[in-house]
Structure formats: C-alpha cells, structure tokens
C-alpha cells in the first residue's frame, strides 16, 4: 500500500497536479518592450489580475515589460523556442509568422480611428485562424496611435522631406519601402539609440506615435512634427497554440474574453492617448505643421505607388480589396452598422 500511494503520488507531481489532488497553476509568461506604466502595460496588468481572479489562481500570466526578454525579435525567437509563452509586440514584429497582417498598416489607409475600429472588428476574425495555422492565438488586436514625422527642420514640402536625414528600424521593410518612395534618406539604429543620434545629428527625422514618442523623450531633441498621419500602427497579444491548449475549456474562455476586454479598452482609448501626448509635447514647444493643400494632395498621391510596391509581399490583394469594401460601406454608413 505505501508503495502504491508513493507512485500515485509521484505520477501525479509529474503530470502537473499535486498531491492533495489540486492542479498546479499554469503560468503563461509573456514579454514585451512596452515599459511599465504605459496604457498597454496598464491594460494587459488588469488583464492578467482578471485571468487570475477569474480562474481561482489556476492561470497566471507572468508578463516581463521594457524589453526584459530582449528587443522585439529576441522576444519572438524566445516565443518560438518555447522559453516563453507570449509576446505583445507590433505588426512589424510579428509579420514574420504572418506578413499579410500588414496589410492593416497600409499608409493613408484609414480617415480616423472609427474607421480603423470598423474595419479590424471584420478583419481580426481572419488574422486570428491565421495565426492559430500558424501555432499561435491571437488574444487582442489594437491600435497603438497614428504616424506622424518629427523633425528638428520644419517640413513644409517634398524637397523638404527628401533633405530630411530619418531614422528607421532596419527590420521593418514596409517602413523602408515609406521611406524610400517618399525619397528620405534612411540612417538604422537600435530604438534605445535614436535619442543619442538626434542629440549628435546623425539623424534629424523620427517617425513613431505622439505617446511613445514623447515617452521616449525624441521630442527633447527635435522642433517640428508634420501634421499629416503617415498610417495607423498596430499592436498585438499572441500565446502559442500548446500554452493554451493546456488550459481547461473553461481557463481558455476567460483568458480569450480578457483579451477582448483589454482590446476593446485600447481601440477605445488610443485617440485619447495620442492627443494628450501631442499636447503635452506642444506645451513643451513642439511646433506642429499643418501641410497646404497642394503638398497634403501630393503626400496622398504616394499612396498608389505605396501600395503598388507593397503588393504581395506586404500584404495580399484580396485583403486590400476587403477592407476598402468595408471603408466604403463605413463611409457612407458613418460606421453605425
């Protein structure tokens, strides 16, 4: 009998229980570069608080803020090897399990962010079986805010923008692509590099969202901002597909339900956020440019040629041509649909 109850015992410590019958917890560990304090970080605490309190402490997330785990694409590469279950990351990062996600980032794409909330409440269903083929599931899809250029010289026109020296994350070719149609010339760097290289004047242009630029402290060394949105950028929570698989049915509905939850809170408050940031950084004297008419016509124009370079490899046609389909029903329903 002792033997029989050391061996239940045992099986049951390495099979993940305990052995008063209880199931250990499973912890799901999720990285991102987004610092403490933030609204994505505020917004996936409460979400972790909620998976905990919902599922009586049997799942918790672990989550490592302001790139503990490492750059984004370390973070990925640590995902991918099973080191950890999660990542919070940008599109830029995670086209590489998926480039056609992309395809919700096209420049000049959207009008406003109801237009954005319309199209991705049609569109998320699609990336989500996407990703799930692709060993992952996509817990929440939002916005992180519009693209706006900084620059220490005022930029009143295209010959302007193509003297601009511009910084760019090397591993984000549809940046590049932006760029390179637009005519800038392009210097790479590590994000936690671009401050010292505005400060030294090896770059004199920056491109990101008013609330991360300014809590990078890039508008400390710049003048300008061009009041003209380049494209919406878009953040994303995925766990791998054997994480998940080991929650129970029930552990799985909460933590997918949180996840809207927490996308829901952050498609709704990310204008908000980005205003507050752009006018707080005018306080401390930005000077934001609004282009004339005639060089507004001229950005939009580079649209078309955008697209056209972007095809296939940025994203898929047929993804274009739904989503313009839903921008046009949006249009001309005000989005009340």
């Known amino acids: 009998m002792k033997r029989l109850l050391i061996t239940i015992t045992t099986a049951t410590l390495l099979f993940g229980g305990s052995a008063d019958g209880r199931a250990a917890p499973v912890t799901l560990k999720i990285a991102t570069v987004m610092p403490r304090g933030g609204p994505w970080a505020n917004a996936m605490t409460r979400m972790a608080i909620a998976v905990k309190k919902k599922t009586k402490g049997k ?3 672990k989550i490592y803020f302001g790139a503990v785990a490492g750059t984004e694409r370390r973070a990925l590469s640590r995902m991918k090897a099973n080191q950890i279950q999660g990542l919070a990351a940008a599109s830029a990062a ?10 919700l980032e096209l420049p000049m794409l959207y009008r406003s ?5 319309f199209v991705i409440k ?3 269903p699609i990336f989500r079986e996407r990703f799930k083929k692709r060993g992952y599931r996509l817990l929440a899809m939002a916005s992180v805010g519009w693209i706006y250029l900084y620059s220490k ?7 302007d923008i193509r003297r601009c020296k511009i910084w760019r994350w090397k591993h984000d070719p549809m940046v590049n692509a932006i760029f390179k149609v637009m005519g ?19 770059i004199d242009t920056v491109y990101g969202m008013p609330h991360t630029t300014q809590a990078l402290q890039w508008h400390t060394s710049v003048k300008y901002a061009l009041d003209f949105r380049i494209n919406m950028a878009i953040g994303s929570v995925l766990i791998r597909n054997d994480a998940f698989a080991k929650l129970t049915v029930a552990q799985q509905k ?19 956020i980005n205003a ?12 934001l440019l609004k282009p004339s008419a005639s060089f507004f016509k001229q950005l939009r124009g580079l649209r078309i040629k955008l697209r056209k370079k972007l095809r296939n490899t940025m994203y898929k046609p047929a993804d274009l041509k739904k989503i313009k389909a839903l921008l046009t029903l949006c249009r001309v329903t005000s989005c009340t649909i």
């Open 254 to 272: 909460v933590v997918q339900d949180q996840g809207r939850i927490m996308q829901r809170f952050l498609n709704r408050t990310s204008a908000s």
């Open 122 to 124: 049609s569109m998320e």
């Open 153 to 159: 010289n005022p930029i009143r026109s295209l010959p």
């Open 113 to 117: 962010y109801k237009e954005f909330r």
């Open 59 to 61: 799942v918790v997330f």
């Open 94 to 103: 995670l086209s590489s399990i998926d480039s056609s996600i992309r395809v």
């Open 184 to 202: 800038m010339r392009t210097q790479t760097a590590p994000v936690t590099d671009v401050l010292a290289s505005l400060q030294a004047g090896t």
């Open 276 to 287: 507050k940031a752009l006018r707080s950084m005018q306080r401390s004297g930005l000077k």
